[in-house]
């Protein structure tokens, strides 16, 4: 069967360029903040279109949706550590939890209390977290006052 031209696998196979790569490790330090087209294009030493061109072609993504899918990654780790989803959403870089439920959807197809209920499913017990043990059941404590 033929691979499409479009599809991930094709466009991953081509290596990345040293401009490319000073572009992702920019990403990667300040993927929470405002990232501009620009800034990135100079750091790879290339016009704006043209960079757009190149990362995806050896990215696989756009610029804009490779930084989308690692806030959404980011976000994901918060919300699994117990951090409240509006406050996961502003620390990731989105406007507001609107803003990462949609983005979350798009790369995981679910939204993001689905997909945590089903890795807790699949993985009760994640390596570094406090667990506590379940509360047994009630029962009156005898207590030492006459009643």
């Known amino acids: ?4 031209v479009s599809s ?3 466009r991953a196979a081509e290596p ?3 401009g490319i790569r000073r572009a ?3 990403i990667e330090r300040h993927f929470a903040e405002a990232v501009y087209l620009g800034e990135l294009a ?25 930084i989308c899918r ?9 919300l699994a550590d117990g951090v409240p989803a ?18 979350f959807k798009s790369a995981y197809g679910m939204t993001p209390g689905r997909y945590l209920r089903e890795q807790l499913r699949s993985s009760p017990l ?17 207590s030492s006052r006459p009643a």
């Open 16 to 18: 990345q360029s040293p």
């Open 1 to 4: 069967m033929l691979q499409s």
């Open 24 to 26: 992702l490790a920019h």
């Open 126 to 142: 994640r390596p570094g977290r406090v667990t506590y043990p379940a509360p047994a059941a009630f029962s009156p404590v005898p």
């Open 86 to 103: 509006a406050q996961a959403a502003l620390e990731a870089g989105f406007f507001d939890q609107s803003h990462l439920l949609r983005h």
């Open 42 to 66: 100079a750091l790879a030493g290339l016009s704006v279109c043209r960079f757009v061109t190149v990362f995806r072609r050896q990215v696989g993504l756009t610029p804009h949706r490779f």
């Open 70 to 78: 690692r806030r959404v990654r980011y976000a994901t780790a918060l």
């Open 8 to 10: 991930p696998a094709a």
